[in-house]
T-cell receptor, first 116, second 116 residues
Framework: SQTIHQWPATLVQPVGSPLSLECTVE??????LYWYRQAAGRGLQLLFY??????ISSEVPQNLSASRPQDRQFILSSKKLLLSDSGFYLC???????????????FGPGTRLLVL | AQSVTQLGSHVSVSEGALVLLRCNYS??????LFWYVQYPNQGLQLLLK??????LVKGINGFEAEFKKSETSFHLTKPSAHMSDAAEYFC??????????????FGQGTTLQVKP
């Protein structure tokens, strides 16, 4: 069966510090990968998605970047954190089908980030 | 463009009572619709998914949802609430757009409280 891991579970960082959040998927190959952010009072918003190694698409302009160095690894980064980067970050995967919208997205446990 | 509106940010029911969580969507393409549940400090778990095969969709934990195209609705119901149903529920929509991203558009979420 497939599992998705995220770490760390919780992170408290000062403003201006760098960030690296990691997501890995087990039990599947060539998944589509997604980063969502859940901010207080703002619901869930797609930040990045990837259909393959090194292929990253950004949905919204922001202070964050994403990378996919391996097939089942997805990393969310920042060089300098802002207060507004605080939130709950969720990674998700879906199977690689003909049409991405037909595939169910499965979410990881999330990383709660607090920027002070 | 696609959007989702969840009516009622908080719903409170008594244990054993009917659960009704409302979701209305807007989509210019045939939609795929999802309900996810989120327990505190956890990721999202899929409850059910509508893919145009059948208008009444049965999910896990006794939940079901009915797709009504004329009303652009996809309300979530459960005949008898259990204390363990207390959580936040998200309705989401996706569909074939100009880019094959599988991007999920989420509603703002509804917190379900179950009273003993």
């Amino acid at each position: 069966s497939q599992t998705i891991h995220q770490w760390p579970a919780t992170l408290v960082q000062p403003v201006g510090s760098p960030l690296s959040l990691e997501c890995t998927v087990e039990g599947t190959s060539n998944p589509n990968l997604y980063w969502y952010r859940q901010a207080a009072g703002r619901g869930l918003q797609l930040l990045f998605y990837s259909v393959g190694i090194g292929q990253i698409s950004s949905e919204v302009p922001q202070n964050l970047s994403a990378s996919r160095p391996q097939d089942r690894q997805f990393i969310l980064s920042s060089k300098k954190l802002l207060l507004s980067d605080s939130g709950f970050y969720l990674c998700a995967w879906s199977a690689r089908g003909l049409w991405a919208f037909q595939e169910t997205q499965y979410f990881g446990p999330g990383t709660r980030l607090l920027v002070l | 463009a696609q959007s989702v509106t969840q009516l009622g940010s908080h719903v409170s029911v008594s244990e054993g009572a009917l659960v009704l969580l409302r979701c209305n969507y807007s989509s210019s393409v045939p939609p795929y619709l999802f309900w996810y549940v989120q327990y505190p400090n956890q990721g999202l778990q899929l409850l059910l998914k509508y893919t145009s095969a059948a208008t009444l969709v049965k999910g896990i934990n006794g939940f079901e949802a009915e797709f009504k195209k004329s009303e652009t609705s996809f309300h979530l119901t459960k005949p008898s609430a259990h204390m363990s149903d207390a959580a936040e529920y998200f309705c989401a929509v996706t569909g074939r757009g100009s880019s094959n991203t599988g991007k999920l558009i989420f509603g703002q979420g509804t917190t379900l409280q179950v009273k003993p």
